[in-house]
């Protein structure tokens, strides 16, 4: 059974930038698409950034894709997400899923996603 346990989060000023970790276990992430996908108080949890297990293909929604990377270490286990540019609009619990496949591509549906973590608060605010 993969777990997942997201890190990185905080308070951050307007401008500023994290890096989010999502640790897998119980399983090896190559076999795995992974995904990040924030939440904002009162609305919808959506995916903003994914990367597929075969090729390490990455997608984003267009409103981060110059802003958020992406990226995996199948060795330890760990997808990230590296944030620039923060804006207050960012502010959400940032979660991270996984899907068992393997596929050159991916999907940031969250329909699409089995396994997911507790999520890490991200707040960005002067």
């Known amino acids: 059974q993969l777990q997942l346990v997201e890190s990185g989060g905080g308070l951050v000023q307007p401008g500023g930038s994290l890096r989010l970790s999502c640790v897998a276990s119980g399983a090896f992430t190559y076999y795995y698409t992974i995904g990040w996908f924030p939440q904002a108080p009162g609305q919808e949890r959506e995916g903003i950034a994914c990367i597929s297990s075969v090729d390490v293909s990455p997608n984003y929604l267009d409103s981060v894709k110059d802003r958020f990377t992406i990226s995996k270490d199948n060795a330890k286990n760990t997808v990230y997400l590296q944030m620039i540019s923060l804006e207050p609009e960012d502010t959400a619990i940032y979660y991270c899923?996984?899907?068992?496949?393997?596929?050159?591509?991916?999907?940031?549906?969250?329909?699409?996603?089995?396994?997911w973590g507790q999520g890490t608060q991200v707040t960005v605010s002067s």
């Open positions: 899923a996984a899907k068992h496949e393997l596929s050159a591509s991916c999907l940031l549906s969250t329909s699409a996603y089995d396994y």
